[in-house]
Structures are given as C-alpha cells and as structure tokens.
C-alpha cells in the first residue's frame, strides 16, 4: 500500500516530468491578501496572475498547498470528527497552466495519472462538464465533453452534463472565471453509483476538479474572453489517500492514524477501545491539532480577533472535547511532535517551529482549562433554569457571558446546546458581541482593493517596474500606469524610489512632480509585485507620460530607517537575554517609534529589560556596518539568516547582516527586504518605552530611536525633577517617597472607610423606622451616592438580622452616571412568599436597561443610566403589594 507521502511526491513528480515547476506552499496565513483569513485554496498564490496584475518566470507549476476553511460555503465545523470527511485543514494537490497548455492536455494528463499511476479502475470515475446557462449566454462545454471521450479511456456515458452551480468556477463576484470539468469516484461496493454523482452521498466522491479559466465577468456582470486562458486545478489530498489506501474514512488512513494512536496513548484509551461518542471526540482533536499546527507555524496566533478568534475558538473545541475522554490538564500540545514526524518532510516549517507551536497552545490550553470546568456549570445552572420555565433555547445574553466571562465560543456553546436538544439565539448573541466591540478603527490607513486589469491607465507600456530606493531617494522617471480610487491617484512609476509597506516597515511619503503636475504621495503600499503610490492632487490634474521627478521624504524616511535597524539589533538582544525560543511575531516600523512582537510565554523583567536596552546601545557605540547581499534563500538559511513567521520567500533572497567585518560573525543575519542605515551609529540612542502582552504567548516592545529618543529622556527628566521639588526628595529616594506616600493614603481610604461604615450601619433602626408598608410586607428604600457596594451589602445583612416580613432595596448612584441596586430579603418572606432578592435585582435591573442577580437572601445589579429609577421602584412596590397579605 501507498503511504500518503509516497503519494504526495508520486503527484509533484508526474507533472515535474510534464514540465512544470514546483512550487512549495504558501504559508496558510495569506499576509498579502486582506480578503482572506487564511489561505483556502491552492490558487490563492497564483491569484495576482489570474487577475493579470502580476507575472511568474514559468508557466507550468504543480504544488500541494495548506489550506484552511473553517466556516462559510466551504465548511461546516459542527461536521468536522462526526463525519469521515470534512476537514479544517487540508491540503489540496494542484497542477496550473498560466497561458501554456489547456483543456486537452489537463484531462490527458488526469486521466493518466489517476488511471495508469495510480491504477485506479477507468470503470469507477465520471467526469462532469458544463452544460451551459442562458442567463450568461453561455453554451455547453462541448469541447471538453469531446475531448473526455477522445483522449481518455473513459465510457463516454459517465461523461456528465451539469449546470453552472457544479461545473463553473468564479474567482469572486468579478474578474477572471470559466467552466470546469469534476472528477468523480463511485466507490458503492457494486460499481452502480452513476446516480449519486454531485448528490452529496459519501459513497460517490469528486476528488478532483479541472477549471479552464477563458472568461472575465465584468463589473456589470457580462462575460468577455481572457487574452490568455489557464488550467487550475485542484484535488483533495485526504481524500485521494482514502481512494488509495482503500479503507472507508479519511480517518483510517495513514495520515490520520498515527494522529489517533497518540491521542490514546496520552489519555490512556485506544481509539478503538472507545465508545463512539469518545471516537468522535478523538477525530475532532485529530483534524483540529492539524490545524492549529500549521496555522501557528506560518504566524497566526490566538486572540479574540480575526484569524486568531478562529484558531481560539479551535483549539477551545478541542479541548472541550477532550472532557469527553476526561482530560482536564493540558493534552493538545503533546500531539505535536507526531505531527512533526508526519509532516516535517513535507513542510520542513512545522519542525524548526515546533517548540514555539507546543508552548502557544500549552499556554491557550492553561488558560482556558482554568474557566472550562467553571463555564461548564454555569452552563448547566442556565439549562436547568430554562427547563423550569419549559423554555429550549439559551438567550443571547447568556451565551455572550459564557464567551465574555468564561471564553465559551458561541459554536461551543451551540454544540452542548444541540447535544441536549437545545438551541443558541445566535442573533441576541451578535447584538451582544457588537455592543462590546465599539473598537475605534485606525483613522487615516490606505487600503489597496483588487481591481480588474482594465481599471488601469497605461501612460507607458513596461514588462516590469523596478524600486531603486535603496540607492536613491531623488530620481527622474516615468509613469507606467495610474488609476482614480476613493479620490486618491493610484499610480506605478517604471523606477521607484518609494519602498511599499511591507515587513512591518512603513510606506514612503513624498512628491511626484511633473509637467503642469504636482502629486503628493500619502502612502505606498503592494499590489502584486509593484509600488503602488496612493497620491493626492490640488484639483483634477491631467497624467501625462512625459518624464516626473519623485522625491521620497526624507525627513520621514530616514528616522524609519533608524528604527528599522534597531528592530534587528532589538530581536539580537532579546534572543541573547531571553533564549533561542524568542521569535519575531509581528513589527511596526514608523518614522516616530519602533514596535515589536516577539514569542515568550512571561512577563520580561525589569532587569532583563535594562540589559537588552544596554545591549542594544552598545551595538549602537560600536557604529557596526549593515551589508546588504543577494543570495539562495537554503544558504541563507543555513548561515542562520533569521526569517519572518508565515512569509513566503523566493529563491533568491537579500540577506542584511550587522558585523564588525565579513569575516567576524554577525550580531545580526535577517533576511529582510527594508531600509536601513548604513552605520549602526546613526541610528543614535535606543529606549524602550513598554513592554506588554497581546496574546497568549507574545509579547510586545515599544521603543524610541534618535531624536524621539532624546525628546523622550528629556521630557522623562523634567518630570523627575518637577516630583524632586514638590516632594523636597532627590531623585534616587523618589521611588520609595512615593511609596510611601501611597500606603498613608490607603490607611487614610480605610479610615473613612470604617468611618462611613459605622456611620451608615448606625442607621439601620431609622431606615426600618421609615419602612414603607405593602399589606404585611416592609419595603426600606434609600438612595445613595458613591457608596461602597460591600458596605451597603452589610447594610442588607443588618436589616435582615434585625427585622421580619422586610425587603431592603438600596439605589447607589455613581460619579459616570451609573447605578448599583443591593437588594436584600428576609428568610420569611422567602419561604413563605417565593419573593428572591436576585429575582427582584435582575428584574429592576433589566428596567433600567442593565442586568444582575445573586442569592435569594442578598444580590446586586447594575445599570447604565439612573434615568429609569421610578419605573424601577413604581415595578417593586407593585411587586410587593401583590404579594402582601
């Protein structure tokens, strides 16, 4: 039998042999690409030369590409371990004609591979082709339904006519699409499948799929031939092995195996000792490690946003299955080093980040398991009360505190919700979600959108535009091609000298001057492989293709550069301080400051971070230079060039270097395309200004270059000076002055406190005097400001201890405008009337537009606005009367 990496390389070296270039995978985090989370199919790489904004130096690849889909069209989560298919990460195995061959050979050589390779039985695949659609004008795909029935072996009646929902493929709402042609597998034990082609049965698969791209769809919906036609293809690397290895599940096969052995020997059952619901839990901990591996190699980590909301929400699910084969300690992170040995040959990637990918998911892990169990119960305590009240379905504001209190992903909540037989109000959910999130969004940042080939302007034809930016900052040029988005000027120079944002560095600013023209350029930013400069014009200015001057400022440029260096000596230090673990996750290079993200699991220490400080300004002293080199990237590599989490490198790679000599070894070896200063004594003093945590296992350093960092020491001795006077202390003794200071205070805040404490307590006897009466029930109502909720708490308690048949409601009303309600009841009434405090605090609350509760005897609550305080009293003594005697 085949084994899955066996199969894998039989694929990359057919269509090597057909000519094509392989290219290895991109990284599933597309960091090019805004509109995608994660990389989801095998042309998402080549998307730039489908859309014809970009170039490639062959025109035959073939690939097996890491993807990931978890949600939308093209996954269902809660399917993933019920199942034997679905996935959320796959690979996909592709073959790609950019303008080379088309339909004639890319079914020839399927056929062939599938058939003659692999031996799969002619007698068991049909192909499927478009059968046309008039709403587009569109004719049946005949040619490739010839071609099926001449070139292949293939009886010609499982050659499949299908409609545009099965068999034309389209990028997006526009650009470049066509009809594609499915392979399908009738794997029913007799061979008598025909009928279960694309009718969603397992048992009657597509396993590959053709897509002849030859179409525009036009922004008004029309179609138009492309110049140049292409083949992309894709086919589903678990489910080929399936076929294959011949066994019944993608989880039976090799690929999945050894995943599920190690699963049972860390949680001491074999998978098939396992009662079935524990074998579903063992497959969804089997594709969810697979995931999670890859995704935090190629840079995604956990958090509560974007991609890493995704990975958070995976990893959760895993672990929450995992209480199903009773793992209550982290588990998930011990998978790893299988997945190492699976892959690593395949995507040598996973093997130099497999340390760093075990402690992120050990950390998520540590951090959840701390609320799972606690979450676990709340859960349950929502449940039975919904059951009292012979309600199904957990309201969205519950399953928003599970998310918000206890990190319970509403998927996760919807699954043990369904396992019961209840349901989520997933809409009360996103009402809730969006109340919190508010984020304030960065104000004035370009974006660049895909855009059709026509939207461009071509001033001057060019095969390709080259950046000249490390050399010059002031040259003579032309335009290539320009375009008019959101009232800006989008343009290509031939030459540039402004470098696009990338690698954390900033776009360039400056001017574009030609004739009768003046642009000033805002941003610079990539499509593709240009420099695409974002520019705006006093008025409408007319483009022409005569010669232009663009000039990069300077006065921004060079303080970049500054910071740009000191990032690199930055990540040194920090990996000579801290360990070989540290990592680069993530960088800002701006003109005013520096940012930078690293891997570590703690808190740097203060110490720690005077030391790497010191290290970094010595290296400054010393006035090293930065040497620039072209090389192989495997070289580069080898000498111990430093790369960037989840990007994708060339074959030829420029490799900065900070060394005393070429001969002595470097502080420095990044592989890197920024700008940089040429001595490390310009860069001038370094000081880091904070250091803090973004997510589970990453931490973040802020730091000052140059001149801000003169402006910063400066301003910080002003204030030590100014506390020096004002507190008579030298600067030295300032710390524990302060200190002091601090503890006088809080023993003064206790004083009042026990102060205000007996004061109010010393009241109880005159607010049960003032009791107001409904029937045979007491209602004490106070209202004040600012007081300590503890306080009015033991206020209740004395009320309760010294009076009968009493509720005690107090109305704390605070600076920003809020309110507390305490609510305090006696046992009498609440046995004898049903009448709960946390009942009473939870609807008055709700009133008010807040929310609460707490015990029978005693709960609290709070709102925005006191602006609804008599509705909320006119509701409780109404309560009151009709439960008074």
Not at 158 to 185: A, Y
Not at 526 to 544: F, M, Q
Request: with cysteine; aromatic share 8%.
């Amino acid at each position: 039998m085949k084994t899955s990496n066996q199969i894998r390389q039989e694929f990359i070296d057919f269509f090597k042999s057909k000519d094509h270039t392989f290219v290895p995978s991109a990284p599933v985090v597309p960091h090019d690409d805004p509109t995608l989370l994660f990389t989801n199919a095998g042309m998402n790489q080549f998307k730039d030369v489908f859309l014809e904004t970009g170039k490639r130096s062959y025109q035959r690849a073939a690939n097996s590409q890491k993807c990931i889909r978890v949600s939308g069209k093209h996954n269902d989560l809660e399917e993933v371990g019920q199942d034997n298919y679905h996935h959320t990460y796959f690979e996909m195995l592709g073959n790609w004609s950019f303008g080379d061959y088309f339909k004639e050979d890319a079914i020839r050589w399927a056929w062939e591979l599938l058939t003659e390779v692999w031996g799969i039985p002619g007698e068991r695949l049909y192909a499927t082709v478009f059968g046309g659609d008039e709403e587009d004008g569109l004719p049946a795909d005949e040619e490739a339904e010839r071609l099926w029935k001449e070139v292949t072996g293939i009886n010609p009646a499982h050659v499949l006519r299908f409609g545009k929902k099965d068999n034309f493929w389209e990028m997006g709402e526009t650009g470049p699409c066509g009809p594609c042609s499915e392979i399908h597998i009738d794997l029913t034990p007799d061979g008598s499948g025909g009928k279960l082609v694309n009718a969603g049965s397992p048992e009657v698969i597509e396993i590959w799929n053709l897509v002849f791209i030859q179409f525009n769809r036009q922004s008004n919906g029309k179609l138009s031939l492309l110049p140049a036609k292409h083949v992309d293809t894709g086919m589903g690397f678990e489910r080929l092995v399936r076929v294959l290895q011949k066994v019944d599940s993608n989880y039976e096969t090799d690929i999945f195996k050894p995943i599920l052995e190690r699963i049972g020997e860390v949680v001491g059952v074999p998978f098939r000792s396992a009662n079935a619901e524990q074998q579903v839990a063992f497959q969804v901990i089997a594709d969810h490690i697979r995931m999670l591996t890859f995704s935090i190699s190629d840079g995604a980590l956990p958090s509560n946003e974007g991609r890493g909301y995704v990975l958070r929400r995976i990893l959760r699910r895993a672990a929450r299955f995992g209480r199903k084969l009773e793992m209550h300690e982290p588990f998930i992170f011990k998978l790893v080093p299988t997945l190492v040995e699976l892959y690593g040959g395949a995507f040598p990637e996973i093997v130099e980040k497999a340390p760093y990918v075990m402690d992120v998911i050990r950390s998520e892990e540590e951090s959840f398991n701390k609320t799972l169990d606690r979450g676990i119960e709340i859960f349950n305590d929502i449940i039975s009360e919904l059951k009292a009240k012979k309600q199904s379905v957990i309201p969205g504001g519950e399953a928003f505190k599970l998310y918000d209190t206890f990190g319970f992903p509403v998927d996760l909540t919807r699954v043990m919700a369904e396992e019961i037989g209840f349901s989520v109000d997933e809409d009360g959910f996103t009402v809730e979600m969006e109340k919190q999130r508010e984020r304030a969004r960065k104000a004035g940042k370009f974006t660049l959108q895909e855009s059709e080939a026509g939207d461009w302007q071509v001033l001057n034809p060019a095969e390709e535009t080259t950046f000249v930016g490390y050399e010059t900052h002031d040259l003579e040029t032309r335009i290539h091609k320009y375009t008019r988005r959101n009232g800006h000027y989008h343009l290509i120079l031939i030459e540039t000298p402004f470098y696009a944002e990338s690698g954390g560095q900033v776009g360039d600013r400056g001017k574009i001057i030609g004739d009768g023209f003046e642009l000033e350029v805002l941003d610079t930013q990539k499509e593709s492989d240009h420099n695409v400069c974002i520019c705006r014009a006093e008025g409408d200015v007319t483009l022409t293709g005569g010669p232009v001057r663009a000039v990069v400022d300077m006065e921004l440029r060079k303080p970049t550069t500054y910071n740009h260096t000191a990032t690199h000596l930055l990540h040194a230090a920090l990996r000579e301080v801290l360990g070989e673990h540290v990592r680069q996750a993530g960088s800002l290079v701006a003109p005013d400051h520096l940012r930078f993200d690293f891997t570590h699991f703690k808190k740097v220490e203060p110490e720690q971070l005077e030391t790497i400080e010191r290290i970094v300004n010595r290296q400054i002293r010393e006035d090293y230079p930065v040497r620039y080199e072209y090389t192989d990237f495997n070289a580069a590599k080898q000498r111990g060039a430093m790369a960037l989490f989840g990007e994708k490198y060339g074959d030829v790679v420029r490799v900065v270097s900070i060394a005393n000599s070429p001969e002595t070894a470097p502080v420095s070896l990044e592989l890197c395309g920024g700008c940089h200063v040429q001595q490390t004594g310009q860069i001038g003093p370094f000081v880091i200004v904070q250091e803090s945590s973004i997510a589970s296992g990453v931490r973040r350093i802020e730091a000052l270059t140059g001149p801000k960092a003169v402006e910063y020491i400066q301003r910080s001795r002003d204030v030590v000076q100014e506390l020096d006077q004002l507190l008579n202390t030298p600067a030295p003794e300032l710390t524990g002055r302060v200190r002091q200071m601090m503890e006088q205070i809080r023993g003064l805040e206790k004083q009042i406190q026990q102060l205000q404490a007996k004061e109010v307590l010393s009241r109880t006897d005159e607010f049960l005097a003032k009791a107001e009466q409904y029937g045979d029930i007491n209602l004490i109502v106070e209202q004040f400001e600012d007081q300590d909720v503890n306080l009015l708490k033991q206020l209740g308690d004395a009320i309760r201890q010294k009076s009968e048949q009493t509720v005690g409601f107090f109305v704390n009303l605070l600076p920003d405008g809020r309110v507390n309600f305490i609510c305090a009841v006696t046992d009498d009434l609440i046995k004898g009337r049903q009448l709960k405090a946390g009942d009473l605090v939870k609807e008055a609350a709700k009133i008010a537009g807040g929310g609460g509760g707490g015990q029978p005897h005693l709960a609290t609550a709070g709102a925005k606005s006191a602006d609804k305080l008599p509705e909320v009293l006119q509701f409780l003594k109404a309560k009151l009367a009709g439960a008074g005697k």
